[in-house]
């Protein structure tokens, strides 16, 4: 059976999927009350639409015939309950559903400016619903998790975190000694630059030209002492 969000089922449509089970399976009505201790009128009554079972009755009712309950969204994706090793604070508790729960790791601002010893290190970290909303607005593009991290995660986490890091090399030695002229700085080197390091190019691919008394200027000061300014 699939419960889609949005579109309600009609009332006899659980008893329906009772008697698509007993079909399944083989039962007479006397023989699905037997398996799971109730009394045959009340597979009547359920199967009628008259009666409403409660979903671990539901469950225990399908299950005779190999079935069970899936919930989809309204694309018709099959949606799972949250983990059962979701991390849990340190009274052992879930964190509420509705909020964005953090890694240990990310300690917020506040507390890291303001830590409390005493108390036990913290196991995940949350935000209150104004204050996560008033950061999401700042950054619209960033999506909310879609669950809160599991001990499993966290635990592969902290393996990562305390394993060798990335080394980061060094930027390779300039292959030229560099003799730019001021106005390179700005941007791009200019067509009198000798060096010619980052050539600035039109949207033709041609080298950009700067105007004859500007590059008469500044190629007089390069041959007037020899360095750059």
């Known amino acids: 059976m699939s419960a889609t969000a949005g579109s309600p089922a009609p009332d006899d449509e659980p008893g329906r999927y009772v008697v698509r089970a007993r079909r399944r399976a083989d039962l007479s009505q006397r023989e699905l009350a037997a398996l799971v201790g109730i009394s045959a009128s009340t597979v009547s009554r359920i199967e ?5 079972p409660s979903i671990a009755l539901y469950v225990r009712l399908l299950a ?3 079935l069970r309950l899936v919930v989809v969204d309204r694309e018709g994706h099959e949606v799972l309950p949250v983990p059962v090793d979701t991390v849990r604070d340190n009274q052992g508790r879930r964190f509420p559903a509705h909020l964005d729960v ?12 303001f830590p409390r010893y005493d108390r036990p290190d913290a196991r995940a970290w949350f935000r209150h ?5 008033q950061l999401a607005d700042d950054a619209p593009h ?3 998790p879609a669950d809160h991290p599991t001990e499993g995660e966290l635990l592969l986490r902290r393996r990562l975190m305390r394993g060798r890091q990335p080394r980061v090399d060094a930027p390779p030695t300039a292959d030229i000694e560099c003799h730019c002229l001021d106005r390179c700085f700005e941007e791009l ?28 200027e500044e190629r007089g000061e390069l041959e007037g002492d020899g360095t750059p300014s």
């Open 48 to 52: 009628s639409g008259a009666v409403v």
């Open 64 to 66: 005779l015939a190999e």
């Open 102 to 113: 953090a890694p240990p790791d990310e300690v917020p601002f506040e507390r890291w400016a």
């Open 129 to 133: 619903r104004s204050t996560r909303d």
């Open 142 to 144: 960033r999506e909310r």
């Open 189 to 216: 080197c200019v067509a009198a630059c000798p060096c010619q390091c980052e050539p600035g190019r039109d949207r033709l691919g041609r080298r950009r030209a700067l105007p004859a008394d500007v590059v008469d």
